[in-house]
Every structure is written in structure tokens, then in C-alpha cells.
């Protein structure tokens, strides 16, 4: 690890376990408000879609795989402090702000009583090529903050990501699909034998790759019930 990435490592652990400053707009705050000010927390485009069983996020996955529950904690569009705190946890090293966000909103999933049945999270797996290029996932760390809520595991083992896909993030349409066919596969499937799993990504916006996740662990273990929770989702897709 270059000293540059100890760096980034060592000022991720010392804001998530010390924060001095919202870890979104930057202003001082003190230690009870968890990494985020109280402005922010006023602001924050916040869904609520997991209050409610039925909702855009979970019915914009009908007809492709079945789901249990499925929502998204904010809206993620345009130039905006949430979407650049997405790209700042996602490729600029600072992962305590997705565990940070994945402890708010765990907490919220807890509260609503929906997702009391979840045995398990599973984060969506990068290939260890790209997890050794950013030094880490992001969606397990969101993974990490909402199981700790919800008081289960995360296993992050069981789903692998068998290539080096392009990313998603420049493909439109058609495309998204195409780039996740036969994408995922199962490595340890017990662990999932009979469970009710919740699929974890960091940006819902046209679900494919989520399908594709959720369709790889129905194929090996067709008793497991799924449900999904993302971070943000795009507001195109609530359009389609």
C-alpha cells in the first residue's frame, strides 16, 4: 500500500471515529451527530421509500426478479454535495462516509419494521482486480453500517464477480445489460441456503446489475428470499 493510500486510510478512520466535521458540507460538529450536521441532515433529498412496502424502487423491479422489499435512502441527480459525497466515498478513498450513511440508514430500515426478517446482507462484490485498484468496496462498507443496525452478518463471500466488467456509469439503455450478463457467480451458496438476504449497492439506476446479482443467487439457491437497499437512486428510472 503506497503511503498516499495510508494516508487516505488513516484520515477515513480517524473522521469516522473522531468527526470534527460533517463529512458532507465540511462544518464543524460535535461527536453526537454521528459525521453529519444537522443542516445537511435537514437537507438531504431523503426518499422514505422504506417506509412503505410498495414504491417506485421495488416496483421498478417487477417482471425481473421477485423481491421481498427493495428501496433507495436518497435521490441521486445532478451537481450536488450527495452526489459528489457518493463519488468521494465510491472513488476517493473516503469509505467511513459510507459506513457513516449505512449506519443512518439501517437505522431507518430498522425503524420502519419491514426489514425485520433479514438474516443476512450481502454486498455487491467489485472484482478483486478493481477492489485492489481502490482498496476497497464501497458497498461493503454500506453494507457493514446497515447490518450493524439491523443486528446481522455481513457475507460478503458468497457472491463473486467472475470478470472485469467495464463500469456502468458512462453505458446507457441496452448497453447496462449487456455488461452484466453471466456476471455474477455463487462461491460459497450454503451460506445462503434458506436465507432472507438484502442485496446491497451504493447507486440504483437502471437495476441491472442488481438483477443480475439477485438472478446468479436464485439459480444456485432457489429458496433464498431477496430484497435490495441502495444508497441513492437516479430519478430516470422512477421516470420509466
Known amino acids: ?37 444537522i443542516r445537511c441532515r435537514y437537507e438531504i433529498p431523503l426518499t422514505s421509500y422504506w417506509r412503505s412496502e410498495e414504491n417506485p424502487v421495488k416496483e421498478h423491479f417487477a417482471g425481473l426478479v421477485p423481491l421481498v422489499q427493495g428501496s433507495s435512502f436518497i435521490f441521486y441527480s445532478g ?8 463519488h468521494r466515498f465510491k472513488y476517493g478513498g473516503e469509505w467511513a462516509i459510507a459506513e457513516s450513511m449505512g449506519r443512518w440508514y439501517g437505522a431507518e430500515l430498522r425503524e420502519s419494521g419491514l426489514y425485520d426478517d433479514i438474516d443476512i446482507v ?19 462498507y454500506l453494507a457493514e453500517g446497515i447490518a450493524c443496525e439491523l443486528g446481522v452478518k455481513v457475507v460478503a463471500n458468497a457472491v463473486v464477480r467472475r470478470r472485469n466488467n467495464p463500469s456502468q456509469a458512462r453505458r446507457r439503455g441496452s448497453e447496462r445489460w ?23 449497492d451504493d447507486v440504483l439506476t437502471s437495476g441491472a446489475t442488481l438483477t443480475a446479482c439477485a438472478e446468479a443467487i436464485l439459480r444456485a439457491q432457489p429458496d433464498c428470499r431477496i430484497s435490495i437497499a441502495t444508497l441513492a437512486v437516479t430519478q430516470r428510472i422512477l421516470r420509466e
Not at 17 to 28: D, K, Q, R, V
Not at 122 to 140: C, E, F
Not at 187 to 196: C, E, F, I, S, Y
Open 1 to 37: 500500500m503506497s503511503i498516499s493510500m495510508l494516508g487516505s486510510a488513516f484520515r477515513a478512520i480517524r473522521s469516522l471515529l473522531f468527526p470534527s466535521s460533517c463529512m458532507i458540507c465540511g462544518e464543524h460538529i460535535g461527536s453526537e451527530m454521528h459525521g453529519i450536521c
Open 122 to 140: 450481502v454486498p455487491i462484490p467489485l472484482h478483486p482486480l478493481k477492489t485492489l485498484r481502490r482498496g476497497y468496496n464501497q458497498s461493503r
Open 178 to 200: 449487456d455488461n452484466v450478463e453471466a456476471l455474477f457467480g455463487l462461491r460459497n451458496a450454503d451460506k445462503l441456503r434458506g436465507r432472507h438476504l438484502l442485496l446491497v
Open 79 to 86: 451537481e450536488s454535495l450527495w452526489r459528489d459525497m457518493v
